[in-house]
Structures are given as C-alpha cells and as structure tokens.
C-alpha cells in the first residue's frame, strides 16, 4: 500500500515538473519577445552613451588642447597687432620725410636759406631769415607751392623780409582767365584787392588761384601767390587767402627779382 502511495506522488509530481517546465518556456519566450528594455531601440542608445562614457577623457584632452592653441592663437594675434601699428607709424614717419625731400628738391638749392621765425601784428607780418655769404642780399622770397615776400633788409647773415601778408607791400596779380588787379595784406593772414577798376567785366569766383601778372618787374609772372574765399559785388572787393602756411616754413628759397637782373644787365 506504501509503494502504490509513493507512485501515485511521483506521477503527480511528474505532471507539474512537466507544466511548470512549459510555463517557463512560454513566459521566457514572451518576455524576449514583447519586452521593451530588449527591443534595438532601448539597448543601442545604452551602448552608445556607455562608449560616450569611456571615450570622455580623450574628449576632454581634446578640449584642453584645443583652448591651449586658441591661447597662443591669440597670442600670436596680438604680436602682429602691435608689429602692424610699429610698421603703420614707420610708414608715415617715411611719408613725412618723403614730402619733405620733394619740397626741398623742388627748392633751388643754390639759395635755400633757413627761416629763423615770423612775426605778425596790428602793423606788419615779417619773416627773418638766415642769408648766407656767396648768396643774393636782395630778392624774392618763395617755396615750391607759392609767393612767400620780399626782402626789404639784411645785416650780417639776416634777412627781414615782408610777407603777402603785410598792408605796406602791394602785388599785382592775375587769373587763369587773364583777369588783373592789385592785392595788399591786411596783417591777419589775408589779403583784399585794390582799386579794381571795371569790376564787372572781371571773370573771379571763389576758389580761383591768383598768380603774380609780372607787371612792376618785382615778381617774375606765374607764381601762385593766393585762393580767392570771398568776392564782394557791393564793395568790388575781393579776399584770399595765402597758399603758403607762413608760420609752419623751415626752408625758403631766395631770388633776384625781374627788376634787378634788368638793373644788373
């Protein structure tokens, strides 16, 4: 009786080992199956952040290097910079000098005198100038760019010489267009015309330059001696400006006067 018992527990137990053994392959098989942390979708984006992870420290090496570089980048930047502001200023220290040979090449250089100062008030507008020994006592006075005075003394190595601008020295003139008339300096860095006669028929407008007509036989013709700013139709008065900077002269140069070589002749 014990061993019929016993049988009977065994196949009993044998049927459930057997369902229990199907269950699990049917639960195993549907978890693989519809499961979604085991879907591609889930398990690659957790691969690629965990190869992310790894690959960290070199990123970061990268980065450090890559702001080392940037640094000295900069760094060489702001060397040519400041090379560039170096060679700027150079520059235009060699362009000033440039102008400043061609105005003195433009001189003649046989007699070139150096101006010692310039003196302007209510009354006068004077240069002194150095006047040396083989040179002309008397003359003209002038730049490459225009009409600066004559000399009216000289003592020793001196010259005074009285500018444009100065009321006592009167300078006949004249335009492209072949229109004359008379400046004189009113000692303010100016000069007005004088006794324009036929004022009408005179072709002027403002900004014309006016050159020296030659007439008198102190000024030799051509010379640019000043730019007309204002004409005056009520008044028949003209004013111009000086196209010579009489206070910002270094160099001069000194000429005998048309009337002189006559005289000499």
Request: charged fraction near 20%; include cysteine.
């Amino acid at each position: 009786m014990k061993l019929s018992i016993l049988k009977r527990i065994n196949k009993a137990s044998y049927k459930y080992l057997v369902f229990g053994i199907i269950s699990l392959g049917i639960c195993i098989y549907y978890i693989t199956k519809n499961m979604d942390f085991c879907k591609p979708n889930i398990i690659l984006p957790i691969k690629s952040f965990i190869h992310e992870c790894i690959k960290l420290p070199d990123t970061i090496n990268k980065l450090t290097n890559m702001q080392k570089e940037n640094d000295i980048l900069q760094s060489h930047v702001a060397n040519l910079e400041r090379k560039l502001k170096l060679i700027e200023q150079q520059h235009s220290i060699c362009n000033k000098l440039n102008q400043n040979i061609k105005k003195f090449n433009a001189l003649d250089q046989n007699n070139i005198e150096q101006v010692l100062g310039f003196e302007h008030g209510i009354f006068n507008s004077s240069l002194i100038i150095s006047i040396s020994n083989n040179a002309n006592k008397e003359g003209y006075i002038v730049i490459s760019d225009g009409l600066i005075g004559i000399v009216i003394s000289s003592s020793d190595n001196i010259g005074l010489v009285r500018t444009i601008t100065d009321s006592n020295l009167y300078i006949p003139v004249k335009t492209k267009s072949g229109s004359t008339l008379v400046l004189r300096g009113t000692n303010n860095n100016e000069l007005v015309s004088v006794a324009i006669k036929q004022y009408n028929k005179i072709n002027i407008n403002i900004g014309d330059i006016l050159y020296t007509s030659g007439e008198g036989g102190m000024f030799p013709p051509n010379i640019p001696v000043s730019k007309i700013t204002q004409v005056d139709l009520n008044k028949q008065e003209i004013k111009s400006c000086p196209i010579v900077e009489l206070s910002n002269l270094e160099f001069v140069t000194l000429r005998k006067s048309v009337k002189m070589l006559v005289d000499n002749e």
